[in-house]
């Protein structure tokens, strides 16, 4: 979830070519000033969701389509269980092999797991209007400003 958790926050600051502008934010991610790694499966995953949605520049990210791109990549990335609820473990493992420092690893799943704790019960991945992942995209999206950005 950590790629997911940056690349949330980043995505609110079609075809490869057209995602390329996408790709190029993701791969540029950092946090504290440590390169953010993105495999090319959650890449593929992030790029899949960015066009079904319409996204093909930082243009065409908003606000208004934040809720629905935080809910395909966790459908996509299986993180919701047969009722459509979130895997809370599931998502804070994800970022177990992530190359950035312990202690901010453990800083991130505490923010993380807070926003979760708050707003994942009532995100469900059946909610095609993506209303009911509003407040998760905005607290993520604040956790990851409050966490990652340089001192």
Do not use: W
């Amino acid at each position: 979830m950590l790629h997911n958790f940056v690349i949330y926050a980043l995505v609110l600051i079609s075809t490869v070519r057209c995602s390329e502008e996408i790709k190029k934010a993701v791969d540029d991610a950092t946090c504290k000033g440590h390169d953010i790694d993105v495999s090319e499966e959650d890449m593929g995953v992030i790029l899949e969701c960015a066009s079904e949605l319409g996204m093909k520049s930082k243009n065409d990210i908003n606000m208004e389509k934040m809720p629905c791109f935080s809910r395909c990549l966790i459908e996509k990335q299986g993180l919701v269980d047969h009722d459509g609820n979130l895997h809370k473990e599931k998502i804070l493992d994800l970022d177990k092999d992530s190359n950035l420092p312990q202690a901010l690893k453990e800083d991130i799943r505490k923010h993380l797991g807070a926003c979760l704790d708050e707003h994942g019960p009532t995100a469900k991945a059946d909610d095609k209007s993506c209303k009911s992942f509003e407040p998760l995209t905005v607290c993520i999206h604040k956790a990851y400003l409050h966490v990652c950005a340089e001192a």
